[in-house]
């Protein structure tokens, strides 16, 4: 998939999240329920396939970006234990503590998102210079 490819589907798919979240305001409990469980299979879907693109593109992409990709597998794990774990509690104080909890990791979440997406706009960008260098190269030039 070319990367403007990968971008626009990012895009769509950071819209879809908003009004997902903007739904879930008037939806019914059962139904907020079922939205958090298949956006949480949706995440395990592919956090697996980030992995696995890892795996597969060893040698290929930099040991950074596999090591960011192996500690996002950890931490997924790590949050959907953690997770269940708090939805043990039955406690009114312990729930309401969960729940500005579970504000501030979306929160946080939402953040580290906006950094991705930075992080990916600096490697489209270095990726097509690196490119155009190349292609100077191949031309002649030296200018570069």
């Given at each position: 998939m070319a990367l403007?490819?990968?971008l626009s589907q990012l895009a769509a798919r950071a819209k879809e999240l908003e009004?997902?979240?903007?739904?879930?305001?008037?939806?019914?409990?059962?139904?907020?329920?079922q939205s958090v469980k298949d956006a949480r299979d949706s995440a395990q879907k592919q956090a697996d396939a980030l992995r696995k693109s890892a795996d597969a593109s060893k040698g290929r992409i930099s040991a950074w970006w596999d090591s960011v990709a192996r500690n996002w597998n950890d931490h997924v794990v790590t949050v959907r234990k953690g997770v269940q774990d708090k939805k043990a509690e039955h406690d009114l104080k312990a729930a309401q503590r969960a729940a500005d909890n579970a504000d501030d990791d979306a929160s946080f979440a939402v953040d580290f998102a906006y950094a991705a997406i930075e992080e990916a706009e600096y490697a489209v960008l270095d990726a097509h210079l690196a490119h155009m260098q190349a292609d100077d190269l191949a031309a002649g030039n030296t200018d570069s």
């Open positions: 403007s490819d990968q009004d997902r979240a903007a739904a879930a305001k008037s939806k019914a409990k059962s139904d907020v329920e």
